[in-house]
């Protein structure tokens, strides 16, 4: 049993020496440390890069969006005014249609009037002109 604990001894002091710092890690494992922080730190780099990108992609959608939803407000405020500009348009040739009409009917009641009434004694083609000397 001595032996046991003699071997958990040197097991426990080996460990405490291995995370006391007081032997230095050989400069192939210093070597292949600084190679990984360096890709670290390019990947980080390269990672932001990409962050950046799609952030900046993600604002163009949404703005895209935004015009989009604001083309369709738009162009809906303007197929309802041009709906009500049509049917003024509208109105105003039936109004036109409307005094055209009462126009000629006026006419030609003012024609048969003067028709009815104007009767020349003596016709028009057996008339002579008028010369003066």
């Known amino acids: 049993m ?68 604001r083309h369709r407000q738009v162009s809906a405020i303007a ?6 500009h049509v049917a003024g348009m509208e109105h105003h040739f039936e109004l036109q249609d409307e005094r055209a009409a009462r126009l000629r009917r006026i006419r030609l009641q003012a024609r048969a009037r003067h028709s009815t009434t104007t009767v020349s004694a003596v016709p028009t083609r057996a008339r002579k002109p008028h010369r003066a000397d």
């Open 2 to 69: 001595a032996g046991f604990w003699w071997l958990a001894g040197v097991s426990i002091a080996g460990v405490l020496l291995a995370t006391s710092g007081c032997f230095e890690p050989p400069p192939e494992a210093k070597a292949r440390l600084a190679r990984v922080k360096a890709q670290s730190e390019e990947l980080e780099a390269s990672l932001d890069v990409i962050e950046d990108r799609l952030i900046f992609g993600q604002s163009l959608v949404h703005q895209w969006q935004e015009l989009g939803r």
């Open 79 to 84: 197929c309802e005014n041009l709906a009500q």
